[in-house]
């Protein structure tokens, strides 16, 4: 990782899907079910997608500080992540003025493999 790259870890429970589940009300089997999961050859259940959204927002605010507003984000899904992985946000920021760009991507730390780029957001800070 280069010096300018910044960085956010978290492992990804289902306790916590179900507290996101809950917090959305986005109770579909896929994040829960284990016979409708087996039923379609999945071991673990399977990470909500927008909660992608929710950690990088969390890390843009970890990284810049609360005070930073984020005014855009963008993302792709690339492969699905399941419950006990962990993952790992990495940006890139360019930075102009009171206006920051950031080039985001999300990774499993297991075995690499990348689940959300491109990504990116633009923030501003007082």
């Not at 284990?34 to 990470?47: H, I």
Request: aromatic content about 10%.
């Amino acid at each position: 990782m280069s010096s300018d790259e910044l960085l956010f870890v978290r492992r990804i429970e289902l306790p916590d899907m179900i507290a996101y589940a809950g917090a959305t009300w986005d109770w579909h089997r896929l994040h829960y079910d284990t016979d409708f999961l087996r039923e379609r050859g999945l071991a673990k259940p399977v990470v909500d997608g927008q909660v992608f959204g929710a950690y990088l927002a969390i890390a843009l605010r970890d990284w810049f500080g609360a005070e930073a507003v984020i005014s855009a984000l963008s993302f792709r899904f690339k492969s699905l992540v399941f419950a006990g992985e962990t993952i790992r946000c990495v940006g890139s920021p360019v930075r102009s003025g009171s206006t920051i760009e950031v080039d985001l991507r999300v990774e499993v730390v297991e075995d690499g493999r990348i689940a959300v780029a491109p990504a990116s957001a633009t923030l501003t800070r007082p």
